[in-house]
């Protein structure tokens, strides 16, 4: 038996970026940005991000170009896919996403009535604006 299975929890890094299709299918595309925080040998604090690109279709799709802005704190299962391509100079190009099938948008909701978390599927609050402040992940934090 084979898995192909990906969950990441992370920051939006832009904007996403939502298109129609000709055949009428909706897609949606965006960064999201993980961190890993550690101390080093020498007791020095040391931080490395991992970007990854995220591709969503369909109603899921819809609802990430609707309610995701760049900084949101994001939660997103999915499986790995590479793409190929011929560039315009004629090699060929490489791209690896996560097609998402599922998402929880974990920003505070924007009542100020404390962090709230919204799952792909219900009725899901606009986020507040809020300063970006970047943070360890703590267990607690996540959804599972």
């Not at 038996?1 to 920051?11: E, K, Q, Y």
């Not at 969503?56 to 949101?72: F, P």
């Not at 997103?76 to 996403?97: F, L, S």
Request: hydrophobic share 30%; charged share 30%.
């Amino acid at each position: 038996m084979d898995l192909n299975r990906a969950t990441i929890l992370g920051r939006l890094t832009r904007d996403p970026e939502m298109k129609s299709l000709p055949s009428g299918k909706t897609v949606t595309s965006f960064s999201l940005a993980t961190s890993r925080v550690w101390t080093d040998g020498n007791g020095v604090k040391q931080k490395q991000s991992e970007y990854h690109n995220i591709v969503m279709w369909g109603k899921l799709a819809e609802t990430a170009g609707q309610y995701l802005k760049k900084a949101s704190r994001l939660y997103v299962e999915g499986r790995i896919q590479t793409r190929d391509w011929a560039g315009k100079d004629g090699v060929k190009k490489y791209r690896t996403e996560i097609v998402a099938d599922n998402m929880i948008m974990l920003d505070g909701k924007s009542t100020g009535e404390g962090a709230g978390k919204t799952s792909y599927g219900s009725t899901p609050t606009a986020p507040a604006p809020q300063e970006v402040v970047e943070e360890e992940i703590k267990v607690e934090d996540i959804p599972f």
